[in-house]
């Protein structure tokens, strides 16, 4: 059982040493980098490529350990013995099994995913300890003892929104994912849009990368934003011509553009569907917003403010010429 990539995912070769030794070592692997650099779809090309079966636990702020395990359902037993219900005698009708609890009583190994462990409560990672380390747990209302019968690929994600205790990092394997150079990111490219114009890429992939570079941006561009930016440029027809008119407009204004009221538009891009994309672009940029956004580009309301400022910063060229 060994991962070696997948045709879908970029795989790096320190990202498949270090997935290769958690199975190796039967521990969770710990998984930490920027939002949108694949971390979950990691999980799902792992259990693809080793035939595995994939649980995946997404965590949430409101998430509690316990939840992983079971839940005894307690007040609908006392409604339905009141009214009398049969299936009061049996305590296991009101038990609901958590993910851990599935992944412990598969038949073949699975991929357990723990999805965002850093979304939830500072006690959550340690409430795990006992259970991930020993692979099994005790249910109290059944007096059961539920033990993995084939210890899972686990697998946990975090976004380093808060730091997870020493004990539970102690006790997986960790790996950080470094955001994609250049030439992993058009490998990445690839293998979402084979028949993309290469010449795209690159003018694309230059602008991206130099907009990571904006100093002071809160919120750089992540992986995921460049794909569905070139889904955008694909859908609107956008040629890597227009594309360079854009590269060489944002590198003359990007010393410039400090808050909206600094953004000035030119005149000379096209007043169809891709300029107003390409002048959207432009106030991502000077907004400190990521790229591409999908629901602005979609707002009228948007696409007619974007238009009125073009206009008006023409109507001023002309008037001082």
């Known amino acids: 059982m060994k991962f070696t990539g997948t045709k879908d995912y970029v795989a790096t070769d320190d990202l498949k040493v270090a997935v290769n030794a958690s199975i190796v070592l039967e521990r969770p692997l710990l998984i930490k980098g920027e939002p949108g650099t694949g971390k979950t779809v990691l999980a799902e090309e792992v259990a693809k490529a080793i035939?595995?079966?994939?649980?995946t636990w997404h965590i949430k702020s409101t998430t509690k350990a316990q939840q992983g395990l079971y839940e005894y359902d307690a007040v609908s037993r006392l409604r339905d013995s009141q009214l009398g219900d049969a299936r009061v005698s049996d305590i296991s009708n009101y038990i609901k099994r958590g993910k851990l609890w599935d992944a412990f009583t598969l038949e073949k190994r699975p991929v357990l995913l723990i999805d965002e462990i850093d979304k939830a409560d500072i006690e959550f990672p340690n409430d795990l300890l006992l259970e991930l380390d020993r692979m099994e747990f005790f249910v109290y209302e059944t007096g059961e003892n539920i033990k993995a019968k084939l210890r899972p690929i686990v697998m946990i994600t975090s976004n380093n929104e808060k730091e997870l205790p020493d004990a539970f990092l102690r006790r997986c394997f960790f790996h950080y994912i470094k955001f994609p150079d250049a030439d992993t990111m058009g490998r990445i490219v690839d293998v979402h849009f084979p028949s993309i114009k290469k010449r795209l890429v690159e003018e694309a992939l230059r602008i991206f990368f130099e907009v990571r570079e904006v100093p002071g941006l809160k919120k750089k561009p992540s992986t995921s934003e460049?794909?569905?930016?070139?889904?955008?440029?694909?859908?609107?027809?956008?040629?890597?011509?227009?594309?360079r008119e854009l590269r060489n407009f944002v590198g003359e204004k990007i010393g410039k553009i400090a808050a909206p009221a600094n953004i000035v538009f030119t005149p000379d891009l096209p007043k169809t569907r891709s300029g107003k994309i390409m002048r959207r672009l432009l106030r991502d940029v000077a907004e400190n917003r990521p790229l591409g956004d999908t629901t602005t580009l979609a707002d009228?309301?948007?696409?007619?403010?974007i238009d009125r400022r073009a206009k008006t910063e023409a109507a001023k060229e002309e008037a001082s010429a």
């Open 51 to 55: 035939g595995a079966p994939l649980l």
């Open 226 to 243: 460049l794909l569905d930016w070139l889904k955008l440029l694909l859908n609107e027809d956008i040629t890597p011509e227009m594309l």
């Open 300 to 305: 009228p309301a948007v696409v007619s403010e």
